[in-house]
């Protein structure tokens, strides 16, 4: 049951990494609520958000952690048979360059692994860091029809471990910005609180294509400031999913998200809070019941490079 969590708790991870952000075109998904705020717009801070074009040669730099700590209990019948405590960290930090550009969204990138490792640590013992196989390797993606490719640097097809790893990263190419499609030519002030259909977040985080639904994600604008010389908007934002497909499980996720004015990318985010999963087996001729408690922090941070 410990390894069957892990791979979940890795799986969510992997789903988690935002992928290269594009200069979206409007689609016909649900509209965003923007709220009304007290007192007068015109004495408030503001943003007001603007599209960028892409263009071959851009590149953005994303450094990640993702860090889950869990106590899971196991139970038959009535009887404990298993108490753990367990802590997965995971870091990855690469480099996406823009290789081909069509109706303004990058659709053909390389991406190196600059590092990419995880970390399972247990009560009785201790696991040393495991380097991910993409690690200080570089892979060409494009999108055959709808189907995301992926070669090696000699153009050969990578191994399923690696596939799977950068195809989770990457699964965004080519497909419209979720945060432009709804922000691009909108002025949100300091206080105003935005309501995203559930797609949108699910398209932002890829919860959708693996684990979970989204119940509800909201920002609210709390200030504007300077990350990196880029002028960005500081969100406070609220992430609530859940997956029924396995069991049962239930992830809130708070804190900062940064979006820069300018081009509608996430810049910075840092999010946390608490996990809970539940599932039942049969083991042994018995009903195995787990039911798991913890916290989850993500944090990703993204410099973009732009060619002039």
């Known amino acids: 049951m410990k390894t069957q969590l892990a791979i979940r708790l ?13 200069l979206a075109q409007q689609g016909n998904l649900t509209q965003a609520t923007f709220e009304t705020t007290t007192g007068d717009p015109q004495n408030l801070a503001s943003a007001i958000f603007t599209g960028r074009s892409a263009h071959v040669g851009d590149q953005v730099e994303q450094k990640l952690l993702f860090e889950s700590s ?21 870091r990855q930090h690469r480099v996406i360059t823009a290789v081909d550009i069509a109706h303004n969204r990058m ?15 247990a009560e009785t013992d201790s696991h040393k860091t495991e380097k991910d196989p993409v690690e200080g390797r570089k892979y060409h993606c494009f999108r055959n029809g709808t189907v995301l490719m ?17 195809a989770g990263n990457m699964n965004s190419l080519g497909k419209p910005s979720p945060l432009a499609e709804f922000l691009v030519g909108k002025t949100v002030v300091v206080g105003q609180k935005i309501s995203l259909p559930r797609e949108v977040a699910e398209r932002l985080f890829a919860l ?20 990196g010389q880029v002028r960005c908007a500081a ?11 396995e069991g049962q499980m239930r992830v809130q996720l708070e804190g900062l998200f940064a979006v820069e004015i300018d081009g509608c990318r996430l810049v910075s985010s840092d999010l946390e809070g608490p996990i809970g999963v539940a599932k039942s087996m049969i083991d042994a001729g018995a009903t195995f019941h787990m039911t798991g408690t913890g916290r989850l922090h993500i944090a990703l941070e993204s410099r973009y490079q732009e060619v002039d």
């Not at 890795?10 to 594009?22: N, R």
């Open 150 to 166: 992926v070669t090696d640097d000699q153009g050969q097809l990578p191994t399923l471990a690696e596939y799977k790893i950068v």
């Open 208 to 227: 959708g294509q693996s684990l979970g639904t989204v119940e509800s994600f909201h920002l609210t604008l709390t200030e504007i400031r300077t990350i």
């Open 10 to 22: 890795a799986t969510l991870a992997l789903w988690l990494i935002p992928g290269p952000a594009t």
């Open 107 to 121: 659709t053909e990138a390389d991406v190196r692994y600059l590092v990419s490792e995880r970390q399972l640590t």
């Open 235 to 245: 969100f406070d934002a609220f992430l609530e999913a859940t997956d029924h497909n």
């Open 70 to 90: 869990m106590k899971t209990i196991g139970r038959r019948k009535n009887e404990i048979v298993e108490q753990r405590q367990s802590v997965l960290t995971q």
